[in-house]
């Protein structure tokens, strides 16, 4: 039973690549311009906004928290800079996007730790209140860009398109971050086991603050990334992109329990995703059928979390006696 | 190490009081370095209590504790282990999601230089590498824990404390998950640490254990100390004997009428790997079982099995001569088992609902009119009844909140809920845990009169005493295995107490 169940969690470790092995033959099967590598440049380029907004959310997951309000944090966001923001040069909008949407997500962050509020229920309500402002800001209208933003997208980085250049640097401080340094360890211990972190000394609170303000900047660059592909953003602009970040990430590999994955399935998880939307938009589909395809891969990803967490916990599951030799 | 060393650890008079109930009552011993002393003692005899004063845990009332003779009084776990006193715990405290170096470092890792704050991966693998070497685990340092065995995870644990500098390491416990070749290794270990001067405290029930590895031994029970000498001079049967003591309560009351001829509940090759172990009994109506076992030993564990909370992979369970295949909760209710959890207070009661909500929980089919709507009327009735029968201390049933009773009250009320539907089989897991001697007596009562009217009882107890009390057989269980089984008049305690230890075989031979 216990090999069995290894043999099970080892599929399911891999099920985002064997979904993506799966994927390149469908699509490549029903169009050859699928498997062509512009599309792929376009593919990651497309999927870069949802990538950092993903990296920014596998924090929060870590910790076995959530953040439901990076949609809202974009809107609100993308709409402080086209109001207010307009004939200054770029770069200083862009810190003023990181700025706010960083104390956003330290407003998050002071509600879950210092009242023991859930996740879900406070950035759901952080939600709600952003994309509220944003409305009332904006009077619901679309609101256009300047020419240097827009421009910003056709831009390269050393023969790099801006859109992977600015994932590719959150992606590696990301990395570094979590992987090499004391506070990306603590990460993964406050969300392996709280009370054990605890009881080690570890500042929990204070970690999971920071991931909530680390979830906010990555929804602001991500949002601003966004803004230079789109050049416009309207009342819909946003809208439930939190649900296809946390997917990403899921599907990827971090768990929803804490403690496990890394920004890397991350990444992948949002190319999956990219691919598939791409994918169907080849091939011509009925775009009523996208978010069908989307809730199913949402789906997918949080069956198949629940089932490796299940498994997981069986495998450790303390005995009393010593296990028969295998 | 010569007689004349100064001790490490002294501790003098140690009392401690819960709510008023001394747990402690004059508790002293001394370890000195290089030395291991065997703490032994009943479950409740104050082990625990005296190890989490050690450790920083809880603060004791009296008493002087000196660690290289300057006053010692850490005041939370982390003062402990900056004295150095290191407490390796049953249940092991490491993030199975990180490498053994990083669990080694995790609240202080030591960074490079420079302006960014990264760890310095090779100081921790270095660092690693060496503890991992004195405690003979070759393992990277950067293996997941979660790939490592239970023993293999002790020895991390261990390597913890000695890349903490720890000069006294508690062990509690540390061999019930662990198969033999691990045990012998981490006595081996054990030695190698006394070797450098380290001195250890081992809590351990498996007495052979602390004799092959202690210099001494102190006994405690009821909190008091009861005997202690070097491991040399005392024997098996003397231990014991100052473990369970000569005292005889007289509270456990007379039962009338005799245990039936009928079978009322068998169980039979019962199996889950790591857990149990072809376990087979069977209870007569009328008839109370025991079932001795210590903590860990597998004993709630059964329970639970029986009454569909764990899986099993094989076994056979009948009651009223009906199998029950692969319980459930609901299963095993509608066949007529109750269940006494033994954590009342998370699993056994709603403590914000009132004493009538609670009581007609288990059987709310019974107070639903028509439609299946639930009638107040009967709510109220029912809860009353049950009220009275249990003797409870309020009649306001309807108004009181479950939380406002008190420990004994809180447990009648739970017995009373599963009575209501008249059990063939009560399972009742540390009925009178916590709760004062008056209550115990209520419920020994409320026991008999259960057995009385016909159901069969397995009593899972910590407490020898009651037991010994109030069953009519008593089964012993250790390392999920059924190790002897014992009749009424008399019961030989100290033979039950070596069965339940699990040391029959091998105690004969020394005998």
């Known amino acids: 039973m216990k090999l069995g169940s290894r043999a099970l969690l080892l599929i399911l470790q891999n099920a985002p690549y064997l979904l993506f092995i799966v994927l390149l033959v469908v699509f490549g099967l029903m169009s050859d311009r699928f498997l062509a590598l512009a599309n792929f440049r376009n593919i990651i380029i497309q999927a870069a906004p949802i990538a950092i907004l993903a990296i920014g959310m596998t924090f929060v997951l870590l910790t076995a928290q959530i953040d439901l309000s990076v949609g809202g944090s974009m809107y609100l966001t993308a709409s402080v800079l086209a109001l207010y923001l307009t004939g200054i040069p770029w770069p200083i909008g862009l810190a003023a996007v990181l700025v706010l949407a960083g104390a956003i997500g330290a407003v998050n962050g002071f509600v879950v730790t210092r009242f023991g509020i859930a996740s879900f229920i406070v ?20 609101l256009m860009f300047e020419d240097q933003i827009l421009t910003l997208n056709r831009a390269t980085v050393l023969g790099i398109p801006s859109a992977i250049f600015a994932f590719l640097v959150v992606f590696a401080i990301a990395w570094v971050v979590l992987h090499q340094t004391p506070f990306g ?22 970690i999971v603050f920071a991931c909530f303000v680390i979830a906010g900047l990555c929804a602001g660059i991500g949002g601003f990334v966004s803004i230079t592909q789109i050049g416009a953003v309207g009342p819909k602009y946003g809208d439930q992109i939190e649900f296809a970040a946390i997917a990403a990430a899921v599907l990827g590999g971090v768990s929803l329990f804490g403690g496990r994955g890394s920004v890397s399935g991350t990444v992948f998880g949002a190319i999956l995703i990219k691919s598939v939307q791409n994918g169907l938009n080849i091939i011509n589909a009925d775009p009523y059928i996208y978010p069908l395809v989307t809730a199913a891969i949402i789906f997918l990803a949080v069956a198949i979390d629940g089932l490796r967490t299940r498994i997981i916990e069986r495998l450790e599951r303390r005995t009393i006696r010593p296990l028969a030799a295998e | 190490m010569a007689d004349g060393t100064m001790p490490l650890l002294e501790v003098e008079g140690l009392r401690k009081s819960f709510f008023g109930v001394t747990v402690l009552h004059d508790v002293g011993f001394s370890v000195k370095p290089g030395e291991a002393l065997g703490l032994v003692g009943e479950n409740g005899s104050g082990k625990s209590t005296s190890m989490n004063i050690l450790g920083g845990v809880h603060q004791p009332d009296a008493g002087e504790m000196r660690l290289d003779g300057k006053p010692y009084a850490p005041a939370d776990p982390k ?30 890792f030591p960074r490079r230089g420079g302006l960014l704050p990264l760890i310095d991966r090779k100081a921790i693998s270095a660092r690693t590498e060496a503890v991992l070497k004195e405690v003979d685990l070759h393992m990277k340092p950067s293996t997941e824990v979660a790939r490592l065995s239970q023993g293999e995870r002790q020895l991390v644990e261990i390597a913890k404390a000695l890349s903490r ?21 981490l006595f081996a270990i054990i030695e190698r640490l006394k070797q450098r001067g380290i001195a250890i405290i081992y809590i351990s029930h498996a007495l052979e254990d602390v004799m092959a590895t202690c210099e001494t031994i102190t006994v405690l029970r009821d909190g008091h100390l009861a005997g202690a000498g070097a491991a040399k001079d005392l024997s098996l049967q003397q231990i014991i004997a100052m473990m369970v003591g000569r005292s005889i309560d007289t509270i456990y009351p007379q039962r009338s009428g005799t245990t039936g001829t009928e079978v ?28 001795a076992g210590l903590m860990g030993s597998g004993r709630s564990e059964l329970a639970r099995m029986i009454f569909g909370l764990d899986s099993f992979r094989s076994g056979r369970i009948e009651i009223g001569g009906k199998p029950l295949s692969e319980p459930t909760p609901v299963k095993a209710m509608e066949a007529g088992i109750a269940f006494l959890t ?31 709507i639930l009638d107040g009327g009967k709510i109220a009735k029912v809860s009353l009844e049950m009220a009275s029968a249990m003797r409870l201390s309020t009649d306001k049933v309807g108004e009181v909140k479950v939380k406002h009773l008190s420990g004994g009250n809180q447990q009648k009320v739970v017995i009373g809920k599963w009575l209501r539907r008249q059990p063939k089989l009560f399972i009742l897991d540390e009925p009178t845990r916590g709760i004062d001697v008056g209550a115990k007596q209520e419920v020994y009562r409320i026991i008999n009169g259960l057995v009385e009217r016909g159901s069969a009882v397995l009593l899972i107890s910590s407490e020898i005493e009651e037991l010994i ?38 105690l004969e031979a020394a005998l």
């Open chain 1, 123 to 142: 950035t759901l309500a952080t939600l709600f209140i952003l994309r509220g402002i944003a409305m009332y800001l904006s009077n619901t209208r679309t």
């Open chain 1, 185 to 206: 360890r603590q990460v993964y211990a406050v969300g392996g086991d709280p009370e054990a972190a605890r009881k080690a000394g570890l500042p929990v609170s204070r």
């Open chain 2, 79 to 108: 003062a402990a282990i900056a004295a150095g006193v290191a407490f390796i715990h049953q249940e092991l405290n490491l993030f199975q999601n990180l490498s053994i170096a990083e669990n080694l470092f995790v609240d202080a």
């Open chain 2, 165 to 185: 500098n720890a000069r006294l390491i508690i062990f509690d416990e540390p061999t019930t998950s662990l198969t033999r070749p691990e045990v012998e290794r």
């Open chain 2, 264 to 291: 009322a509940f068998s169980v039979s090759g019962l199996t889950q790997p790591g857990v149990a172990e072809n376990i087979g009994f069977d209870i007569k109506a009328g008839e109370i079982v025991g079932l």
């Open chain 2, 342 to 372: 033994e954590d009342r207070r998370g699993e056994g009661l709603l403590m914000d609902f009132t004493i009538a909500e609670n009581t007609v929980l288990a059987s709310l089919r019974d107070v639903a009119g028509a439609f299946g």
């Open chain 2, 469 to 506: 009390g109030l069953s009519d057989r008593i089964l012993t269980i250790s390392r999920g295995e059924i190790t002897g089984s014992f009749d009424r008049r008399p019961f030989d305690r100290e033979a039950i107490m070596t069965a339940a230890a699990g040391l029959t075989a091998r």
